[in-house]
Nanobody
Framework: QLQLAESGGGLVQPGGSLRLSCASS????????IAWLRQAPGKAHEGVSC????????HYADPVKGRFTISRDNANDTVSLQMNDLRHEDTAVYYC??????????????????????WGRGTQVSVSS
C-alpha cells in the first residue's frame, strides 16, 4: 500500500514561489509515475505536471509551462514541484498522484486523475496580495 502526503503549500504573493513535496510511506516512489493535479474552488481537477518512472520524462500543462518544474529527489524518495512566478489563478488545492503504470507518457492519461490509483490528501496553495 502506498500512502502519499503533500507538503509545502501556503500563502504567497503574486510573483512569489513555493516548493511542494510529495512523500510516501510504505513503498518507494521510484517505481511510480507521479502527477500533480490541482482543484480550484468550484472547478474540476486540472492537470499540472507529471514525471515518468521509466525514463524520467516530464510533462506540463500549458498554464504552468516555463514556471513550474517537477523533479525527483531519489535520495529522499520524494517528488517536488517547484512553482515560480505564481499567479492568482494558481490558487488551488494541489494533489500528488501515483501509479505503477506508464501513464505520464500518454496525453490521454497523464492528467486524468481517474487513471491514477493513489492520491494524496492535497495541500492548499493560495496566491494573493
Amino acid at each position: 500500500q502506498l500512502q502519499l502526503a503533500e507538503s509545502g503549500g501556503g500563502l504567497v504573493q503574486p510573483g512569489g514561489s513555493l516548493r511542494l513535496s510529495c512523500a510516501s510511506s510504505g513503498r518507494s516512489l521510484k517505481n511510480y509515475d507521479i502527477a500533480w493535479l490541482r482543484q480550484a474552488p468550484g472547478k474540476a481537477h486540472e492537470g499540472v505536471s507529471c514525471i515518468s518512472f521509466s525514463d524520467g520524462g516530464t510533462h506540463y500543462a500549458d498554464p504552468v509551462k516555463g514556471r513550474f518544474t517537477i523533479s525527483r529527489d531519489n535520495a529522499n524518495d520524494t517528488v517536488s514541484l517547484q512553482m515560480n512566478d505564481l499567479r492568482h489563478e494558481d490558487t488551488a488545492v494541489y494533489y500528488c498522484l501515483a501509479d505503477m503504470r506508464d501513464l505520464c507518457a500518454s496525453a490521454d492519461t497523464r492528467f486524468n486523475g481517474r487513471d491514477y490509483f493513489y492520491w494524496g490528501r492535497g495541500t492548499q496553495v493560495s496566491v494573493s496580495s
